[in-house]
């Protein structure tokens, strides 16, 4: 509990870009994983040193000890909010994270150097702001049913796959990055940017804060060489009005961007804070 800096994003932890797509941010998040005491069956009893007894319990790291503190948080915020998807539960830890440590220091990685959305995509989770988000980001089924699409699968497998998908689905035409850039997910990966000079994305956001009167104004945190407008630049969301959606034109002011770029995008009403990370490829 004493141990600074923490967080630190471990060596094994994995990295992005995502091997499949660059436009969507991998990896998501990140959660405790090193030397993580947990239950543990594995023990055989000749590795027990000689009078000792066999323990029902372990300390080991990995991703692995990772993937159950992400787990159990959306099996909590799921109890808490049973109407809540899959995607909803996702965006609340995602756009709830952090990327401070406990010496009040950006997290850093094994190598000392500051964590980029590569080592830890939206940041650490949190254990309370996760249950109360704000706003969240709904990815629908028929989104990523088109990303298989996109990355290969085909409309056949896709229907062995998905059990809720309807008789008439069928593979977009032509699915493409700036498609997938537009799934309505609680981060923003662009690539190609040094080329394209201006992109265009739209996201959609559900209030599920217990106000449904509340207007959210944007903070944007863009890197050097990047312009970035947010259309509209408040969200008003009312009883009626549950969801609004924005859009965001990225624009080069710089010809000479020569690494990937990132920035954040946060919607806030004063009380809470929806943070999304986004990353502009070269
Ligand atoms: C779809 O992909 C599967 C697996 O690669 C392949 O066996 C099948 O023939 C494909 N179907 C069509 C209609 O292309
Ligand atoms: C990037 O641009 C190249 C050339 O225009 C194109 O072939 C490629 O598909 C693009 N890749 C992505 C991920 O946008
Ligand atoms: C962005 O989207 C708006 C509305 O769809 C469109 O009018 C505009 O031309 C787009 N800009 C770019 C650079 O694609």
């Given at each position: 509990?004493?141990y600074k800096?923490?967080?630190?994003?471990?060596?094994?932890?994995?990295?992005g870009p995502?091997?499949?797509?660059?436009?969507?941010?991998?990896p998501d998040?990140?959660?405790?994983g090193?030397?993580?005491l947990?239950?543990?069956?594995?023990?055989?009893?000749?590795?027990?040193?000689?009078?000792?007894?066999?323990?029902?319990y372990?300390?080991?790291?990995?991703?692995?000890?990772?993937?159950p503190?992400?787990?159990g948080?959306?099996?909590?915020?799921k109890?808490?909010?049973?109407?809540?998807s899959?995607?909803?539960?996702?965006?609340a830890i995602?756009?709830?994270a952090?990327?401070i440590n406990?010496?009040?220091a950006?997290?850093?990685t094994?190598?000392?150097?500051?964590?980029?959305?590569?080592d830890?995509?939206?940041?650490?989770i949190?254990?309370?702001e996760?249950?109360?988000?704000?706003?969240?980001?709904?990815?629908?089924?028929?989104?990523?049913?088109?990303?298989?699409?996109?990355i290969?699968?085909?409309?056949?497998?896709?229907?062995?796959?998905s059990?809720?998908?309807?008789?008439?689905?069928?593979c977009?035409?032509?699915?493409t990055?700036?498609?997938?850039?537009?799934?309505?997910?609680?981060s923003?990966?662009?690539?190609?940017?040094?080329?394209?000079?201006?992109?265009?994305?739209?996201?959609?956001?559900t209030?599920?804060?217990?106000?449904?009167?509340?207007?959210?104004?944007?903070?944007?945190?863009a890197?050097n060489?990047?312009?970035?407008?947010?259309?509209?630049?408040?969200?008003?969301?009312?009883?009626?009005?549950?969801?609004?959606?924005?859009?965001?034109?990225?624009?080069?002011?710089?010809?000479?961007?020569?690494?990937?770029?990132?920035?954040?995008?946060?919607?806030s009403?004063?009380k809470?804070?929806?943070?999304?990370?986004?990353?502009?490829t070269?």
């Amino acid at each position: 509990m004493d141990y600074k800096p923490a967080p630190m994003v471990a060596i094994f932890s994995s990295r992005g870009p995502s091997g499949l797509s660059k436009n969507i941010l991998k990896p998501d998040i990140a959660a405790p994983g090193v030397a993580i005491l947990a239950a543990w069956i594995e023990n055989k009893v000749e590795d027990i040193p000689k009078g000792k007894k066999l323990s029902p319990y372990n300390i080991i790291s990995g991703t692995s000890m990772s993937c159950p503190h992400v787990s159990g948080l959306a099996g909590s915020i799921k109890s808490r909010n049973p109407t809540w998807s899959p995607s909803a539960i996702k965006s609340a830890i995602m756009t709830s994270a952090t990327q401070i440590n406990n010496m009040k220091a950006p997290i850093t990685t094994d190598l000392g150097s500051v964590a980029t959305p590569y080592d830890y995509g939206a940041g650490e989770i949190t254990t309370t702001e996760s249950f109360q988000p704000g706003l969240v980001y709904e990815t629908t089924i028929i989104d990523y049913l088109n990303y298989l699409c996109y990355i290969g699968l085909n409309t056949s497998t896709i229907k062995v796959i998905s059990k809720t998908v309807s008789d008439s689905f069928s593979c977009p035409e032509e699915s493409t990055p700036d498609y997938v850039s537009n799934i309505n997910y609680p981060s923003i990966a662009i690539s190609n940017f040094t080329s394209k000079g201006t992109v265009n994305v739209s996201r959609t956001v559900t209030n599920v804060g217990e106000e449904d009167e509340t207007v959210y104004s944007v903070i944007v945190d863009a890197p050097n060489g990047v312009k970035l407008q947010v259309i509209p630049e408040k969200l008003e969301f009312t009883k009626s009005s549950k969801k609004q959606s924005y859009r965001v034109i990225f624009s080069s002011t710089s010809s000479s961007v020569k690494e990937d770029l990132f920035g954040t995008i946060t919607w806030s009403n004063g009380k809470y804070n929806v943070r999304s990370p986004f990353i502009l490829t070269v």
